[in-house]
């Protein structure tokens, strides 16, 4: 069947001759200019303040036009996250996707509204891209800007094009939830608080992390975390766990209660949550029943030198692992019963179970490393005995001496220690209906949940308070945000800003409870600390238990008189060590809480490390 | 009288695009024609295979560069079907009216090429002036005029701007508003009719044979839309009807485009409609960690030219490992073209590689 079809006339098309009475749709540029679009992906805007110079624009660039340039002038902060490394983009190789832009983990890479540079020479292709805020001069203001002009050099101000979105943006904002068990239940007992991730959950957690191995640099024993992620994504938990013990022998530990400078420093956390970091370690290590099987780790060749380890704590350990591996002879001293030093009793059973810190000793005694527990150096056995019969001594002592404030009556208040430690490793004494915790910092927070829960489990549904009072306010407070709300969910009072003044008592020498005064300030202006109070403002804070964590100081009283005066100490009262991590006194070395202002586990590991070397040159015989 | 041969393209004022056709040619009369393409080789097929499933992205929609839309959609498609992720029902009507944008925008480029090698210059100025206000649109929605870089798996890159709707009707407005002059001086324009009229004409059966997909099926009587026949996005959620012509010629090809061009402005009109509320993009895996399980697809859909497809390999990498695009050009201009130009005069060359809409890009890849 043929359509059929309207074969038209020759005169229709005279109808387009009314087009010469209307006016021209085209526009005479550059006169009339077009304005372009407000998603227009044109050259590139970065603002170096927030840029963390992470690199992954440059990795993710499927034309390898970005590459990051060091920029002298900008300062590294590793702690925070932040590279001074920024962005360069050859412009003959972009293709103006923007895959750069929804990669970009703190939004600071954008594209423009500009789009123009013509120019005959090939180098002025490349820029490294700032905006108005931080580049003055080749951004200028409608007025000033003209198109003629308009290079990579000549731009406009305020004109931001194809912008970062969170909602399309490439990385995932938010973390996996770790599974918890809820404040209410978790205050009746001593049960671990955080559950930890399964497999299918680390898998997920571990899928955000982009490799930019901001974290890395940020953590002191500068852990392989981007590689120890990526094999728990790829399902591979022994890989993990190989990476991880090529830095970090008590994962099992840190996994747990690392102070986690890596996830400050994650270049997720700018806009979003960090990657649960510490979380995937502790999966790793709880994941692996056998660290010795999987890690098939063997003891270095016998070197015939013998060191002597004081403290079992996490210097201590790391460093027998360390020296170990290296066929060294290791002999570790610690007075408590069991490995871990502070960790065996500091950090409360919700946080820190024995099993996982015997777990991550009984690897290291597995390498060779004699352990020899309820042994008090300087009691038990001589420090200069042990100088005699080693080769090396390693002071990995902590700091093991609850302080006092020293206010009237404080003699009937208990020490945030030993209270801490019978909790954990010997009988949870019997507490008081309403518990005073003087202090703001971890250790106060550990107390005030340890004895909260202590009062639950003593008084049954019955009223029972525990309230802590610190000297600095909420904004200043020491303790993480992180226990601070775990604290304040499970029902700890605070009384931030306020300053002990005197422990008032009953007339039967009982605790009534503890006269408080305002707090001035508690630094002065050079930032030490150094508390002023108003005297005349007080509050009386009921109570018939107090407890003081306010910081705790080292027990050097092992060392001989003659030796200790040899010892050297910083200006903030920290053991002074060289580059080998050796002390003052020849063949003695020394790392963790006496010799960085850390305090915390991982920084002693980075100072076992050190040490470990230096010791290992100096009985090598290397200069 | 002898026998020539001779190279039409690619510096030649009847073509179009970077293509070439040698023919062999006595007198007016062609003889023999073969296609020469390879003038436009990107080698994209392979260099897929070297660049991650997400830096893929950018680089498919520069198969064709008319016409980006659709490659990205197939591209899209394909790993998510390979990844199996969801796409949520707002992206689906999105990118059913950006395709339609793209298959308009598209048309009017097809009508601009089509009219110029005609020598309907006034007609070919009005339609690239009209794409030009639907790269507008483009630019606003994507940020990009010519590589869109929107549909990406999971959805599309943003969702629309604040007051775009009233945007897009009001641009297909000004355009469905010039139909009557596009009738009037081009296809009810009687020197069109004579010039196109039962030139290169083919038999449903020859473009079933042939490949041929798109108009030149639907020119021919066929109703085959994979639109229709495999609904993807949102095309089963609003009624639309498939333009066709009965007699295969150049002719009825361009009638199709228009019918098509008007089909889609209507349809946009119901999608905008029917359009619901809620997320246009499911979140892609960490793009550096990503690997896309192993398996191999097979998707298509219709683009402006015809059918669409690419088939996909995953060997459970972070890269692709095979990719191979079927695109309606490549039988359009490879064995269509060489069959109907057997006969034709010169004159007729440009005129039916272009009524057969080939686009050389497609061709080489």
């Known amino acids: 069947m043929k359509e059929k079809d309207k074969k038209g006339s020759i005169f229709s098309p005279f109808k387009a001759i009314g087009c010469l009475f209307k006016k021209p749709r085209t526009l005479r540029y550059p006169f009339e200019p077009k304005e372009p679009a407000l998603r227009c992906r044109g050259f590139h805007l970065n603002d170096w303040d927030s840029c963390t110079g992470c690199g992954n624009c440059a990795d993710i660039c499927p034309n390898e036009a970005i590459e990051m340039v060091e920029i002298p002038e900008l300062e590294s902060r590793p702690k925070e996250g932040i590279k001074n490394e920024r962005p360069k983009v050859d412009y003959g190789r972009c293709c103006y996707c923007g895959l750069c832009v929804d990669i970009c983990p703190p939004g600071s890479l954008r594209l423009s509204r500009d789009f123009f540079h013509i120019h005959f020479d090939t180098s002025t292709f490349t820029l490294i891209p700032k905006d108005e805020a931080t580049d003055k001069e080749h951004f200028f203001s409608s007025e000033e800007y003209s198109v003629l002009k308009a290079s990579l050099t000549h731009r406009k101000r305020d004109y931001e094009g194809f912008k970062s979105d969170l909602d399309y943006c490439l990385f995932e904002p938010e973390r996996i939830p770790m599974p918890e068990v809820p404040p209410e239940e978790r205050r009746l007992s001593f049960i671990e608080q955080v559950i930890g991730y399964n497999k299918e959950e680390a898998k997920a957690e571990a899928s955000r992390c982009l490799e930019c191995k901001l974290c890395e640099e940020a953590c002191p024993a500068h852990l392989k975390i981007s590689d120890y992620i990526k094999a728990i994504y790829e399902d591979k938990p022994d890989e993990s766990l190989r990476k991880i013990f090529e830095d970090n022998p008590i994962p099992a530990i840190c996994g747990r209660i690392c102070m986690k400078h890596c996830e400050a420093a994650c270049s997720i956390s700018k806009r979003g949550e960090p990657l649960a970091i510490r979380w995937l370690k502790r999966f790793a290590a709880d994941t692996i029943k056998d660290y010795k099987a999987a890690l098939e780790l063997k003891p270095g060749e016998p070197t015939g030198k013998k060191v002597a380890v004081i403290g079992a704590g996490p210097s201590g350990l790391s460093i027998a692992y360390f020296l170990a591996l290296r066929g060294h002879k290791v002999v570790v001293f610690d007075s408590l019963p069991g490995g871990g030093g502070m960790m065996r009793i500091g950090p409360p059973l919700y946080r820190l179970p024995i099993e996982a810190i015997d777990k991550d000793v009984n690897h290291i005694a597995s390498l060779g490393v004699e352990f020899r527990f309820n042994t008090t150096v300087g009691k038990d056995i001589l420090f200069e005995d042990l100088l005699k019969q080693y080769d090396a001594i390693h002071l990995g002592i902590g700091t093991t001496v609850s302080r006092s404030t020293k206010v009237k009556n404080i003699e009937k208040a208990l020490l945030a220690l030993p209270f801490l430690q019978a909790n954990k490793i010997g009988k949870p004494p019997s507490v008081g209906r309403e518990i005073i915790v003087i202090g703001g910092g971890n250790v106060a927070m550990d107390v005030a949940r340890e004895a909260l829960r202590l009062q639950y489990m003593q008084y049954p549904n019955q009223k029972v308070v525990t309230k802590t009072v610190s000297l600095e306010d909420w904004d200043e407070l020491p303790a993480t945000d992180e226990e601070v709300e775990e604290a304040k969910a499970e029902g700890v009072q605070f009384n931030p800003a306020w300053g002990p003044k005197e422990v008032k008592l009953d007339q039967d020498g009982r605790i009534k409870g503890l006269l408080c005064m305002k707090v001035k300030s508690v630094f002065d202006e050079q930032g030490r600390f150094h508390p002023t109070f108003y005297e005349d403002e007080e509050m009386f804070l009921e109570g018939d238990m107090i407890i003081e964590a306010i910081g705790q100081g080292a027990d050097f009283s092992f060392i001989p008189k003659k030796l200790f005066e040899k010892l050297e100490f910083t200006p903030r009262r920290k053991v002074k060590v060289d580059e080998n991590g050796m002390t003052t006194i020849p063949r003695v070395f020394a790392g963790g809480d006496i010799v960085n202002v850390n305090l915390d586990a991982v920084t002693a590991i980075a100072d076992a490390k050190i040490a470990a070397e230096g010791i290992n040159r100096i009985l090598s015989g290397e200069k | ?365």
């Open chain 2, 1 to 365: 009288m002898r026998e020539l041969e001779l190279y039409f393209g690619p510096q030649h004022l009847g073509m179009v695009g970077n293509f070439s056709i040698t023919l062999k040619v006595e007198g007016d009369r062609i003889l023999e024609a073969a296609a020469n393409p390879g003038y436009l080789h990107r080698g994209f097929e392979k260099l897929m295979e070297y660049r991650t499933w997400i830096q893929n992205f950018p680089l498919v929609c520069r198969v064709n560069v008319i016409e980006p839309d659709h490659i990205e959609m197939i591209y899209a498609m394909a790993v998510e079907k390979l990844a199996q992720i969801e796409v949520p029902e707002r992206a689906h009507f999105v990118r059913s009216i950006y395709l339609e944008l793209a298959r308009v925008g598209s048309h009017l480029f097809g009508l601009w090429a089509y009219a110029n090698m005609l020598g309907f210059d006034t007609v070919a100025q009005w339609a690239m002036y009209h794409r030009d206000l639907v790269l507008d649109l483009f630019e606003e929605l994507t940020g990009g005029r010519v590589y869109h870089i929107y549909i990406w798996p999971g959805g599309v890159r943003r969702d629309f701007p604040p007051g775009f709707t009233d945007r897009i009707v009001h641009t297909l407005h000004s355009i469905g508003g010039c139909v009557p002059d596009y009738n009037s001086t081009f296809f009810d324009n009687r020197l069109f009719y004579e010039r196109a009229k039962g030139i290169g004409q083919l038999t449903q059966q020859q473009a079933k044979e042939w490949g041929a997909t798109g108009q030149t099926l639907r020119a021919t009587g066929m109703k085959y839309d994979i639109r229709k026949v495999e609904p993807y996005a949102a095309y089963d959620k609003v009624d639309w009807e498939v333009p066709t012509r009965k007699d295969g010629d150049a002719y009825s090809r361009i009638l199709v485009i228009r019918d098509e061009m008007i089909e889609s402005v209507h349809m946009i009109f119901k999608l905008l409609d029917a359009m619901p509320e809620g997320p246009v993009y499911t979140r892609m895996p960490n793009p550096f960690k990503w690997k896309v399980p192993k398996g191999e697809a097979y998707v298509r859909c219709e683009s402006s030219r015809g059918e669409l497809g690419l088939y996909l390999v995953s060997n459970g990498g972070d890269k692709p490992y095979r990719v191979h695009f079927r695109t309606p050009s490549y039988p359009h201009g490879l064995i269509v073209l060489e069959k109907l130009l057997r006969n034709a005069s010169i004159a007729d060359v440009g005129n039916i590689m272009i009524s057969l809409y080939v686009v050389a890009p497609e061709i080489d890849r």
